[in-house]
């Protein structure tokens, strides 16, 4: 066994493995000789690429999973599933066609949900995975993830999903008020902010068209909201879609709410601590001229809003009809 040779022999591609078997010898033994002449070992991958090239390692196509018939019906677990890729959740395919959908919160009940209603929906049985914050002031998150090229364009039948894209499916529109309340619920566990000293729930995106959609989507269900537009310099405008008014945010309460334990809290406290003589005509009346001083001194709608108690809506209306 020349050094020479078995320098050659690797250099045209051999394997430690089958050189090895050639010279019936180990090829831990093959590799040491080939470091003791100045030769550099390839690496794991490199290995594989070229033994595939080669015809001496067959790896097997990927198994796809089949999805059930089941999976075509729209279900009250598969409406949240498109709520929440509205918002928090992701789809994407990458440069080796690998198809996944995913999630990644901080929320634990979050993401557990959200891979409760794939598994249901599409039966992937997939275990959340805990992920250590990288930074001090970061939070651990929590993500669930799956790769399935039928599930990927199962979904993708619905909307793209994209960040600036994404709209409330046809299929959604259609539904009964019980499918869209649960996609509503997907949206706003992703997207939805309970403000207590508002008296509002709100929503934020920068897909214009998308948030009108849900506008519509949540007077079908009887509850009233208003956007809000707010331009940022050098960036997207952003639209918040707020829910205000005591019967707007009981219905929500009552027939959508949050998976998410915390926001559940704060949208039962803001129920249970709602003043309604603060919604009253007279008692608005008698805060015009504070909301009048607070936005002349540049204050912001929702700022004056908070400093007073009462809906940022309420505010931007009343500033309104006296041209502020």
Request: glycine share 4%; proline share 2%; charged share 35%.
């Amino acid at each position: 066994m020349k050094p020479e040779k078995l320098k050659e022999l690797y250099e045209k591609g051999e394997s430690s493995h089958t050189l090895a078997k050639k010279f019936n010898t180990d090829h831990k033994k093959i590799q040491r000789l080939l470091k003791s002449i100045g030769i550099k070992l390839r690496s794991r991958s490199e290995a594989i690429k070229l033994a595939v090239s080669k015809g001496r390692l067959i790896v097997p196509p990927p198994r796809e999973h089949k999805i059930p018939n089941s999976a075509r019906k729209l279900t009250l677990e598969k409406a949240y599933i498109l709520g929440t890729l509205c918002g928090d959740g992701w789809m994407h395919c990458t440069k080796r066609q690998s198809y996944q959908i995913g999630l990644n919160a901080i929320d634990k009940e979050f993401v557990g949900y959200f891979r409760d209603c794939l598994r249901e929906t599409y039966g992937i049985h997939r275990k959340l995975k805990k992920l250590k914050k990288r930074q001090k002031n970061w939070n651990n998150q929590y993500r669930i993830r799956i790769c399935s090229k039928n599930v990927f364009n199962d979904l993708l039948d619905y909307n793209s999903f994209q960040t600036r894209k994404w709209k409330v499916p046809k299929e959604i529109k259609k539904s009964p008020e019980i499918i869209i309340q649960n996609f509503i619920k997907g949206f706003f566990d992703s997207e939805g902010t309970v403000r207590e000293k508002g008296y509002q729930i709100n929503a934020v995106s920068i897909n214009s068209k998308g948030i009108q959609e849900i506008k519509k989507l949540l007077l079908k269900v009887g509850i009233k909201s208003n956007i809000l537009k707010r331009k940022r310099i050098n960036k997207s405008d952003i639209y918040n879609l707020n829910i205000t008014g005591r019967k707007s945010i009981e219905l929500f309460k009552n027939n959508i709410n949050f998976i998410i334990i915390r926001k559940r809290k704060k949208l039962e406290k803001l129920v249970k601590n709602y003043k309604l003589n603060v919604s009253s005509n007279d008692e608005v009346k008698k805060l015009i001229p504070k909301m009048i001083n607070l936005r002349d001194k540049k204050w912001s709608y929702e700022k004056i809003a908070n400093e007073l108690g009462i809906a940022t809506m309420t505010v931007w209306s009343n500033l309104k009809k006296v041209d502020l």
